[in-house]
């Protein structure tokens, strides 16, 4: 089992619509959460942290569910600009490794 | 301020053939990581270094080696490159902070092709 998955996608959605993505982790130490953008031959970019008691900005909003490892990150009111490949990243206790997911890709359609 | 700059963005090697890649930041970060990325694989990493004068084996190291002479550069060494090295390589660089908010900043990329 890999330590990070996600929904396979991709999600084709229409603008407006409103996205919500998957990912489960396989280690309960973690300790940090992150989702990342991450736009076509480009390097990925924090989109947001993942606090336990979840949070939002403007659209996007992340949760976390340490009793299920289990994160999710809803987009609300889609825009064209979007459109990317969203990888979810967990944090492991030694050494400040990072994960990565294999991402999940999203297309929002005008 | 650049933040974490890679070169080169793109080379062309031959089987067999060495090469270093660069990568360096300027915001006195202390870890800093190298990663690969091929379709459908995600970002795994290859070594990273949580300081000046170590380093750390990640997910894939074979075939690579790593220097951090200085806080602020981490060098990728492929010694004799193989076609399964062709990829989009990413350096990233974060600061020891809380563990909260400890993101990676990315370089650009290099684009790299073993023929």
């Known amino acids: 089992r890999k330590e990070v998955e996600q929904d396979p996608g991709p999600f084709n959605v229409p603008e407006g619509a409103t996205v919500a993505f998957n990912c489960t982790y396989s280690?309960?130490?973690?300790?940090?959460f992150f989702w990342y953008r991450q736009d076509c031959r480009k390097e990925p970019k924090l989109l947001m942290s993942?606090?336990?008691s979840g949070n939002e900005d403007g659209r996007f909003t992340a949760q976390l569910n340490r009793a299920s490892q289990y994160i999710s990150l809803l987009i609300r009111d889609s825009k064209l600009s979007d459109s990317a490949t969203y990888l979810c990243?967990?944090?492991?206790?030694?050494?400040?490794?990072?994960?990565f997911g294999p991402g999940t890709s999203l297309s929002v359609i005008p | 301020n650049a933040g974490v700059t890679q070169t080169p963005k793109f080379r062309v090697l031959k089987t067999g053939q060495s090469m270093t890649l660069l990568c360096a930041q300027d915001m006195n970060h202390e870890y800093m990581y190298w990663y690969r990325q091929d379709p459908g694989m995600g970002l795994r990493l290859i070594h990273y270094?949580?300081?000046?004068?170590?380093?750390a084996k990640g997910e894939v190291p074979d075939g690579y080696n790593v220097s951090r002479l200085k806080k602020q550069n981490f060098l990728l060494g492929l010694e004799s490159a193989a076609p399964s090295q062709t990829s989009v390589y990413f350096c990233?660089?974060?600061?020891?902070?809380?563990?909260?908010?400890?993101?990676?900043?990315f370089g650009d990329g290099t684009r790299l092709s073993i023929l």
């Open positions: 990243v967990v944090r492991k206790t030694s050494y400040d490794k990072v994960i």
């Open positions: 280690n309960s130490a973690s300790q940090s």
């Open positions: 990233a660089s974060t600061h020891s902070g809380q563990a909260t908010v400890r993101a990676q900043h």
């Open positions: 270094s949580v300081g000046e004068g170590t380093t």
């Open positions: 993942v606090y336990s």
